[in-house]
């Protein structure tokens, strides 16, 4: 339950928080993300999840913020028409697709 709706908190955010990122549980949390976004270290979520969408057209499930080894990245979910859940990942500075890969999960 907890997790259903953190994914609706993170749609809503999708669309209507474009200066912020929204993260899930062990990632940044809004505030955090909006700060990064603020000081220029990231791009906004909204530009990131529209990079997503583009690439792989469907229904956007969840929305991450993370540090990686090499900075920020933006994790993405998306779930395809054919139902296959697509995992996306982005340099979150430079908006650069990292990975895309279909979730196993």
């Not at 955010?13 to 549980?25: I, N």
């Not at 976004?37 to 929305?63: Q, Y």
């Not at 920020?72 to 500075?93: H, M, P, R, S, T």
């Amino acid at each position: 339950m907890k997790k259903a709706l953190l994914f609706a908190w993170v749609l809503v955010g999708a669309f209507c928080l474009p200066l912020s990122a929204v993260a899930h549980s062990g990632e940044f949390g809004h505030g955090e993300a909006k700060k990064l976004v603020e000081k220029g270290e990231i791009l906004p979520m909204k530009v990131i999840a529209e990079k997503a969408e583009k690439l792989k057209s469907g229904k956007l499930l969840e929305v991450g913020l993370r540090r990686g080894k090499g900075g920020y990245v933006y994790k993405i979910e998306i779930l395809d028409a054919k139902g296959v859940v697509w995992e996306l990942q982005f340099n979150a500075k430079t908006g650069e697709l990292v990975e895309m890969e279909q979730d196993e999960d």
